[in-house]
């Protein structure tokens, strides 16, 4: 999904100095690895990135929303990294997961043997209030005398603050003006001006360890680097072993479903939608957008997933943050929720452009903050609604304040549904009257109507059911495109007359929350016509921006996110041999570790950030759906 700013210049802002900064013009950037070559990791309050060469480049501190300490997948000279490689020619890489985990293992093999780096966030326990934030790195040699270096550079506040460097017992210490992170190793490391560096050699069976901690004041670890290990792993087990689903897809749907967890904020309950920010949906391009934040839409459906395979505690968890976010809404032009929110709940979350960073193999601006944040994205009350209404219905159930709250958004919505917004999409080519939202608007009040009546809460249900079904048949009357059979963005101006024949992937959904049955004439067709136009082999586009400008310069890849919805749509309709071999094909393009960005590029390259929610949670519902329709 785009994060749109206002600024849509091919050059983007410059910086203060009034030029670009000096990054490669041919936008390749030798020096950058692919997006889907890297692993994350996190403690559930932060996130990190650990390339398969070994480097972490990227980590923010102490939350996802900090500012980064090491950055260099955004600008490989400023960003700041941690990186620990062999010294001889390393010959292959490879990475996987930890069984059941989210511990990182990057094997290297060299001309002089065998050497893994074991990457992790120590989780001891759930909700620890005594948590301490540590990124641990565990060097393993398996075979051969390994020489090793490392070098711990980190760039504080997005590589734009210096740091003081000072030795402490067994490492060293960095000071900025808002972070101070300890770094404790048991090899001898050298300082110059900015970073700490060594090398070691390891025989066989040998270790080398490194422990970076986000405090300014540390003692010493009361744990050893196993005991971390093995607590960090019985978490991760213990987490996955709530799960309930046992269907064909286990592996793929368990490291979403991890994926997911590692993106949730556990302090609050927030659920982000990616740990990234700036990664670009083209190479070289300016849709570079900051994910960091809660999108209301991609949290309901997070939670959506996450109740399907039956993880409840975090359904609750984030239900009790947006009960805070009910209570605070207020009326206003975009309405009385915003499309996103800081973890905190902070709703201003003005775009900044990091002016000095050149951007991934040269895709500049670099943003921080987010300007979708004032748009008016009517969809959003209906994703919403509809997981309070999946809540109440598999979870713990609603309170009566949340009740209270609900109605009163309802009201608002009941009279401002027939207006134009920007939709899922968030697109500056003006507001709309879109057919998605309508749909959504739908939804909202049609899970209204069933929770009153499936628990006899208070509603006025007749002025409900009226609006329900007058939005009904508006979406009939004019979001669908007789001449072409096929349901469109965007409404008609007036009933009679035909809406511009513009296809949207985001109607798949018409369906799964149940407003066409999935064998219904118009639905079927309306599936045909994506498939002549927006579907290239199992990746799907969103829209063609050609039909439907978008306001943005540029072009974009295939979105993950309606792929899986396209095999949802398959599976639905009843053909599921294809849905199945759409399915099969959507998990090549996943990288090794079975993770995905936003979009999938021409020669199926990772585009846009990464790891995104979004796409993990519709791998989920897919390999649900598909698993019922098999069987």
């Not at 490194?210 to 196993?226: I, K, R």
């Amino acid at each position: 999904m785009n994060r749109d700013d206002q600024d849509t210049g091919a050059a983007g802002p410059r910086s203060a100095a009034g030029q670009r900064p000096a990054g490669r013009p041919d936008g390749r950037g030798e020096d950058y690895l692919p997006i889907a070559d890297h692993g994350l990791i996190g403690d559930l309050r932060t996130a990190a990135l650990v390339g398969t060469d070994g480097r972490v480049d990227w980590f923010c501190a102490p939350r996802f929303d900090s500012p980064s300490v090491f950055a260099s997948l955004l600008d490989v000279r400023r960003g700041g990294f941690w990186e620990i490689a062999p010294v001889c020619e390393v010959v292959d890489r490879h990475q996987f997961y930890f069984p059941d985990t989210n511990i990182l293992i990057t094997r290297m093999f060299t001309v002089d043997g065998i050497v893994e780096i074991q990457d992790f966030m120590p989780i001891l326990r759930e909700n620890d209030s005594a948590h301490r934030q540590r990124l641990v790195r565990r060097v393993v040699n398996i075979r051969g005398r390994m020489a090793m270096s490392a070098r711990i550079a980190p760039r504080m506040n997005y590589g734009r603050d210096e740091h003081r460097l000072e030795r402490i017992p067994r490492g060293v210490r960095f000071t900025g003006d808002t972070l101070t992170l300890s770094v404790r190793a048991s090899v001898e490391l050298e300082l110059d001006d900015t970073d700490a560096f060594g090398e070691f050699v390891l025989g066989e069976g040998e270790t080398a360890l490194f422990v970076l901690e986000t405090a300014a004041d540390t003692a010493e670890a009361p744990e050893t680097a196993e005991e971390l290990f093995t607590a960090t792993v019985a978490f991760w087990r213990r987490w996955l072993s709530r799960s309930t689903y046992t269907g064909r897809w286990r592996e793929m749907v368990h490291r979403s479903a991890l994926t997911l967890k590692l993106l949730t904020h556990e302090p609050s309950g927030a659920v982000i939608a990616a740990p990234t920010l700036g990664l670009p949906e083209q190479l070289g391009g300016v849709r570079n957008w900051d994910y960091r934040y809660v999108w209301i839409r991609d949290a309901a459906f997070s939670l959506y997933a996450l109740l399907r395979l039956g993880f409840t505690q975090e359904a609750q968890s984030f239900m009790d943050w947006l009960t805070e976010r009910l209570r605070d809404a207020t009326d206003g032009e975009a309405g009385p929720l915003r499309v996103m929110y800081s973890i905190d709940g902070h709703a201003h979350l003005p775009e900044e452009v990091l002016g000095h960073l050149e951007g991934y193999r040269g895709s500049y601006p670099v943003r921080t903050g987010n300007d979708a944040s004032g748009q008016r994205q009517l969809d959003l009350y209906g994703e919403l609604i509809d997981s309070i209404y999946l809540f109440d219905k598999y979870g713990a159930g609603i309170s009566h304040e949340s009740w209270t709250d609900l109605c009163v958004v309802l009201d608002w919505l009941l009279e401002h549904w027939n207006t134009v917004d920007e939709s899922i999409w968030e697109t500056r080519s003006g507001q709309q009257h879109h057919t998605y939202s309508r749909l959504m608007c739908w939804v909202a009040v049609e899970r209204m109507i069933r929770m009153a009546r499936r628990r006899g809460l208070p509603g006025d249900l007749g002025r409900w059911i009226s609006v329900r079904d007058r939005i009904y048949h508006e979406i009939m009357a004019r979001g669908w495109n007789e001449e072409e059979r096929t349901f469109v963005q965007r409404l008609a101006a007036d009933d009679g007359q035909q809406p511009a024949n513009i296809l949207d992937a985001s109607l798949l959904l018409m369906p799964m929350v149940k407003f066409v049955s999935p064998v219904d004439p118009r639905f079927r067709s309306t599936v045909e016509a994506i498939r002549r136009r927006l579907v290239v082999d199992s990746l799907v586009f969103r829209y063609d921006p050609e039909q439907a400008p978008d306001g943005l310069d540029g072009t974009e890849g295939t979105f993950s996110i309606c792929s899986f919805w396209w095999v949802e749509a398959l599976a639905r309709t009843g053909d599921v041999e294809a849905a199945r071999l759409a399915l099969e094909k959507m998990f090549t393009y996943s990288n090794h570790l079975g993770l995905f960005a936003e979009q999938i590029g021409l020669t199926g390259e990772h585009l846009g950030n990464y790891p995104q929610a979004f796409t993990h949670l519709s791998l989920i519902s897919s390999a649900i759906n598909l698993d019922r329709a098999m069987g």
